[in-house]
């Protein structure tokens, strides 16, 4: 069992050291197939190499079509909406029509539809998303300057509620139908059940507005250097509202595969020996079932962090926090449509690239896939 | 075995324990250091909640609301509107005068002032400001409206403007421009673009300090301001995307002034310590915008919009047939000024007055007899016919408002009553607004902000203001066009008599009172709140009954003052050690304590 897994890495490494040769060939849909299988370098692996080479080609083929999809998407469906974000600023505010013209050709509104989209793509090909209407900065710009506090917050979130998730799923599974499995599997399942506006939005009256023990909103105090030990501390409480609400609500999903993962493997035969061999239960789930049962569950994993981010939306508008999905909500009511493009295809090429990072971990973590 | 597996478990909690120490001590240490960073000088910050959108804070270009509020606290005009009524009262100039026709307007300046980095401020700099925005397209974006009928300006002296207008105009042309400074902006390589984000120079009573984005907009005290300088050093506005959080923070203490607050909120709100609320007269109108039949400049109809409301009969039973006292006290409960036409009451001068003949109230009978006269006769289910044709109106409405949809099921029963089917037809606001820009729609909630002058809004009145053939540059507020009101709206325009104009304006009112293209339902209250434990001397416009946030002018603001010490010692904001011990400890036992208290009695069990 172990050796195949030991020199698995040591193919597998070279079809990878070729990648990137296979990388672009990739891109020539007649190559990858004559590529596998015609160069079978090692003759215990070629159905092995060629087979990874084409799972991972087929999964790359599959991301690309998808973010060609986005990026389609991206610009069609926004301009599909109702709504005319130069009608709309000129709503409720006296504009002449020639102000309101002025504004139309410096959004590039007054353009064919046809020559904007073409604008946008050759704009995304060169990492120009545009400029943003409200913002009157580059959408790529706001977007680094947006991602860093929404990746502390949904870091942050994350490893909480993965670590939470997978100890109290592997307990609950242990000891399943136990008063305690009940208690965290039901606990956790009514909170991934609560609307996260509504519990964003009680945490803030209890703890911010009654109470009074933490800020109501925001990242940091203004003026205060976020560097600073003060400033540090400032941040940490800013963020501890919002951050149990993430993690409240989506630890969940964590918790249900780890304990539905670990029921799998807990009437695999290995485990009576192991018993056998002398080993506590402790012991027994610790060293043999858990790792086992983790192999599943990293993927879901790795497929939900991509979800984590786009589930931030709710939580940064709830507690105003500076980031990437509080610059999506605003954006929606702009419309600020170069914004609302930008964020899309990030969200989105953020979701397929873990995908694609979760099947090719999947690959590498599950023997039985390999091997499939 | 046993004893390194107990001995490790030990070690692991060991190393929890002290985690959770570190956490509650360090986070127990810290609000005791913010506070003393913070307190220096916290009591002369006013810190007021906003979620506004900013683009820059270039008055040239930004149009947005926080942007343009906060420009009237940064660039004095010409000439100002008041506190006590929003009319024309001083500003850079102390006197104005005009020829005969209304075409050349001098203005005498203030001697002596300066912007606040010290340097003069003169005629110069108007002349500078007004010629930049129109000659340059690029600068007129956000006001070029408002110099389009300037023809030229001059500066006889330092303390001298002139402006020659194209065609006369009786409502004074230095208002709500903001000035600034040439020796600052003539030196900027594209002033369009520039985002003018820190240390402003300005001649208003406070100056930006500093911005950022979605975080906190400050504001400083200029020393160099004419009034003389204000009693507080900063405004500091901090962003809550939420409206909800905006409560949170003020009955926290976390800011000192909130508005535009919902009924509910505001009463949730009123019992609040050191919480004082205000429930200011505004400056807004919301209505039911009719269909009257929307055309294009030459006429063209187009859009979707029942033929029956072009019958100014159907349109005047539709008022008729509305309870609008009921309404404004169930949807509104009570926070809306009963309203005539659409210039709000807060303009005393200009609004259409409640005696006037043509105003009608809610009148069942009169509305049936409206509906008979135009031929619409009750068919069997009681919804009136003609020519086989049922009388079936759609009343397009925001989903998100919950005064809209209130008004929507108020509205369908009255309707019913008179014989009209109403339908709501609850949509999103884009869809809305999308929808009435290409005349779908039968009737739609409607609502605008009215400036002091009622110039503007009688303007987007008029034919003119309808689109052109193409469906472009329409301004209109309801697609109404009578060539009477034409006439009226164009006296007033030129008029310098005011109380001729008033006559004028009021006239206009009743015409379009009496033609129906919408009916103004109230005139909707601010709803604001501060912290009277840490600020007093708000000042409100109109003064008696008026608004401190988004008024015409910088009035609001500038008057504050600390509230005395001894008030403000009870505030909130930080917690002691205690709360925080607490407030690991609910952390804990919410999430994972009670899971491990089962857990460790489970486990002893498969010890056994």
């Known amino acids: ?48 190499g060629g087979s990874f080479l084409g799972y991972l080609l087929r999964k790359l083929g599959g991301a690309l ?170 941040v940490i409480k800013h963020l501890i509202l919002p ?28 485990l009576t020996t ?65 914004l609302l493009q930008g964020t899309f295809v990030v969200f989105s090429a953020i979701i397929i690239v873990m995908n694609l990072a979760a099947d090719i971990v999947y690959r590498f973590l599950d023997p039985r896939v390999r091997r499939a | 075995m046993f004893v390194r597996h107990k001995l490790r478990r030990r070690l692991g909690k060991y190393l929890a324990g002290v985690a959770a120490m570190a956490l509650v001590t360090g986070v127990a240490t810290a609000p005791a250091q913010a506070e003393t960073t913070e307190a220096a000088d916290d009591s002369k910050v006013l810190r007021i909640a906003t979620d506004g959108f900013i683009d820059s804070f270039n008055p040239f270009t930004s149009f947005y609301l926080l942007p343009t509020n906060s420009f009237r606290y940064m660039y004095e005009n010409l000439v100002n509107n008041s506190a006590e009524d929003a009319q024309v009262t001083e500003g850079l100039a102390t006197e104005w005068d005009t020829d005969s026709a209304g075409k050349v307007w001098t203005y005498k300046m203030r001697p002596d002032m300066k912007w606040s980095d010290d340097e003069p401020l003169t005629s110069k700099d108007v002349a500078w400001t007004y010629n930049q925005m129109m000659e340059k397209d690029e600068l007129s974006v956000a006001n070029g409206g408002l110099v389009e009928n300037f023809d030229k300006v001059e500066t006889p002296d330092d303390q001298t403007v002139v402006i020659t207008l194209k065609k006369p105009q009786s409502n004074n042309p230095g208002q709500e421009i903001p000035v600034v400074p040439e020796h600052v902006w003539s030196k900027i390589d594209k002033p369009g673009v520039f985002k003018n984000d820190k240390k402003s120079v300005g001649s208003g009573p406070f100056q930006l300090e500093s911005y950022e984005a979605n975080k906190s907009v400050t504001l400083k005290a200029n020393p160099n301001f004419w009034r003389g300088a204000p009693k507080i050093d900063e405004i500091q506005y901090r962003y809550y995307t939420n409206s909800d959080a905006q409560v949170q923070a003020i009955r ?150 919950t005064v809209e949809q209130n008004t929507a099921k108020f509205l369908e029963p009255w309707m019913k009553d008179i014989g009209i089917k109403l339908k709501n037809e609850a949509s999103d606001v884009d ?83 009496e033609d129906t293209p919408s009916v103004t339902l109230w005139y909707p209250n601010q709803l604001e709140a501060y912290r009277s434990d840490r600020f007093t001397g708000f000042t409100k416009q109109p003064t008696d009954g008026g608004i401190i946030a988004n008024q015409v002018g910088y009035w609001g603001y500038s008057s504050v003052e600390p509230a005395k010490a001894d008030d403000a010692s009870g505030q ?37």
């Open chain 1, 1 to 48: 069992m172990t050796t195949p897994t030991h020199s698995y890495p040591g193919p597998a490494g070279g079809p990878g050291g070729g990648d990137p040769a296979g990388g672009p060939g990739g891109a020539d849909p007649g190559a990858p197939d004559l590529l596998g299988p015609g160069q079978p370098r090692d003759m215990d692996e070629p159905p092995k």
């Open chain 1, 65 to 234: 079509t998808s973010m060609i999809l986005v990026v389609v998407l991206g610009f069609f469906a926004f301009r599909m909406l109702p709504g005319d974000p130069v009608l709309k600023i000129a709503k409720e505010r006296p504009m002449s029509p020639a102000q309101i013209a002025e504004l139309r050709s410096q959004y590039g509104l007054d353009k064919p539809v046809i020559v904007q989209f073409w604008d946008y793509l050759v704009g995304i090909f060169t990492g120009d998303l545009g400029e943003s209407y409200v913002y009157r900065k580059p959408v790529s710009a706001l977007i680094v300057d947006y991602l860093g506090p929404t990746l502390l917050l949904t870091a942050t979130a994350a490893v909480i509620a993965i670590g939470l998730g997978l100890w109290l799923g592997q307990l609950s599974a242990w000891r399943r139908n136990s008063l305690f499995d009940k208690v965290a599997s039901s606990t956790s399942l009514v909170f991934w059940s609560v609307p996260t506006f509504w519990l964003g939005l009680i945490l803030l009256m209890i703890f911010g507005g009654t109470l009074q023990w933490l800020p109501t909103g925001g990242m940091i105090t203004p003026g205060l250097d976020p560097w600073s030990f003060a400033g540090i501390i400032d």
């Open chain 1, 243 to 270: 951050v149990i609400t993430m993690v409240a609500v989506v630890y969940a999903q964590f918790l249900m595969v780890m304990r539905a993962s670990l029921i799998e493997e807990m009437s695999e035969d290995y």
């Open chain 1, 274 to 338: 192991a018993r056998a061999k002398g080993l506590t239960e402790d012991e027994v789930r610790k060293k043999h079932a858990v790792p086992n049962a983790l192999l599943p569950t990293v993927t879901v994993v790795f497929m939900h962090i991509g979800g984590l981010i786009a589930g931030a939306v709710t939580v940064e508008a709830v507690f105003s926090w500076p980031g990437l999905g509080k610059l999506t909500f605003e954006a929606i009511s702009g419309p600020d449509l170069p």
């Open chain 2, 252 to 401: 926290s203490g976390e800011v000192d002034f909130i508005t535009g607050l919902t009924p509910e909120q505001f009463k949730a709100i009123e019992g609040a310590d050191n919480v004082e609320t205000n429930v200011g007269n505004g400056r807004r109108f919301q209505g039911i915008s009719i269909n009257p039949g929307v055309a294009d400049a030459k006429n063209n109809e187009f859009g979707t919009g029942n033929k029956a409301l072009k019958d100014k009969k159907v349109r005047q039973a539709i008022r008729a047939g509305i309870d609008v006292d009921t309404l404004r006290k169930q949807v509104m409960q009570d926070y809306a000024q009963p309203a005539t036409s659409f210039i709000p009451s807060v303009y005393e001068k200009w609004a259409l007055p409640a005696d006037n003949p043509v105003v009608s109230g809610f009148d069942v009978d009169k509305a049936k007899k409206l509906l008979d006269e135009a031929g619409w006769k009750e068919g069997s289910d009681g919804i009136r016919e003609k020519d086989g044709k049922k009388l079936e109106l759609r009343f397009l409405t925001d989903s998100d408002a």
């Open chain 2, 431 to 513: 869809t809305v607004s999308e929808r009435t820009t290409k005349g779908d729609y039968d009737m739609y909630y409607s609502g605008w902000s009215i400036n002091p002058d009622p110039d503007y809004q009688l303007g987007i009145n008029t034919c003119d203001s309808r689109p052109d053939a193409d469906g472009n540059g329409g301004t209109s507020q309801d697609g109404y066009c009578n060539k009477e009101f034409d006439k009226l709206y164009k006296a007033q325009h030129t008029e310098l008599d005011e109380k001729k104009r008033v006559d004028l304006v009021h006239q206009a009112l009743a015409q379009h009172y």
């Open chain 2, 572 to 608: 909130g904001g930080g917690m002691g050690a205690g709360g925080w011990i607490g407030i690991a400890v609910a952390a804990i036992v919410v999430i994972g304590g009670g899971g491990f208290l089962l857990n460790r009695r489970k486990k002893s069990e498969d010890r056994e």
